[in-house]
């Protein structure tokens, strides 16, 4: 019988989520730190939330002291198609990616 873990990392991609992973909320240490560059650096652009809320991100226990584990999943935002497709359709202007659907 699967573990609880594999269970979960199946069910997630089941779900539709490219890549699920299961560590314990102390597993990537140097998170706080590379999260503080990260804002500093504005990468963060206009989501206030993110330096609003390092704390919580940079260290899952501080929003969660009893969480044992952290589910981790990865969502894919590239299109099922080619987005560059668009440059031949002269007749069609080009948006960005994230902004535009199949159908043109």
Sequence with gaps: ???????????????????????RPDAVPEMPERLAAFVEAGY?????????????????????PEAKSVLMLAESYAPSYDPRDVLAMPEKGAISVYAQNKDY
Excluded: T
């Excluded at 019988?1 to 560590?23: H, N, P, T, W, Y």
């Excluded at 652009?45 to 704390?55: E, I, L, S, V």
């Design 44 to 64: 963060h652009g206009q989501m206030g939330w993110m330096a609003d809320r390092m704390a919580w991100r940079g260290d899952p226990a501080a929003l969660w």
């Design 1 to 23: 019988m699967d573990s609880l873990k594999d269970q979960l990392i199946a069910r997630a991609l089941e779900e539709g989520f490219v890549m699920a992973r299961v560590c």
